[in-house]
């Protein structure tokens, strides 16, 4: 078996690992935002019943405060929602650039490998420190790209729940 098969297949099993991982991850973190939506809904519930007893709120008011009570939750949920796709965007991202580096690398040390002079050897090193460079560049920039839409997002979004439930209030 060669070389260069070896390190496709050590490759592949890297990225089917971190891709699944980051899957993994966005699954948990999906699941965490319901169970705690679930449980953050339940003692707005209770509460706002504490809150409707103990001041004695009743018909309209007590609707009312429910209703808030309601949207705000919403509000969080949406914005959770929001915050979990942002972070597997970012992780999709993140992983997609490590996948593109390793290969890159690999590619440079298979390219050190045929070097027969010293000479060959440090044109290739010096464009390999290059390109390491370069794509540490274009990677912070790319990261930085899909956070700022993630957050132009979540703004965007907030900003359109926060007036309809002002207009519903």
């Not at 070896?6 to 991982?21: F, L, Q, S, W, Y």
């Not at 919403?74 to 992780?91: K, N, P, Y």
């Not at 490998?113 to 540490?136: H, K, W, Y």
Request: net charge neutral; with cysteine.
């Amino acid at each position: 078996m060669s070389s260069a098969h070896n390190t496709t297949e050590h490759k592949n099993k890297v990225a089917d690992t971190a891709r699944e991982n980051v899957r993994i991850l966005g699954e948990t973190t999906q699941d965490a935002l319901r169970s705690g939506m679930t449980s953050a809904s339940e003692s707005a519930r209770r509460f706002t019943d504490q809150v409707t007893q103990a001041y004695g709120f009743s018909g309209e008011k007590r609707e009312e405060l429910t209703h808030q009570t309601s949207q705000n939750l919403e509000m969080i949920s949406e914005a959770g929602a929001l915050l979990t796709r942002g972070f597997q965007d970012v992780s999709r991202a993140w992983f997609n650039l490590m996948q593109e580096r390793l290969q890159k690398n690999l590619d440079g040390f298979n390219a050190l490998a045929r070097c027969r002079s010293v000479p060959d050897f440090l044109a290739v090193q010096s464009g390999l420190i290059r390109d390491n460079l370069e794509q540490t560049i274009e990677s912070t920039r790319r990261i930085a790209e899909v956070s700022s839409e993630v957050a132009s997002e979540a703004k965007q979004t907030m900003t359109a729940l926060t007036k309809k439930a002002r207009r519903a209030a």
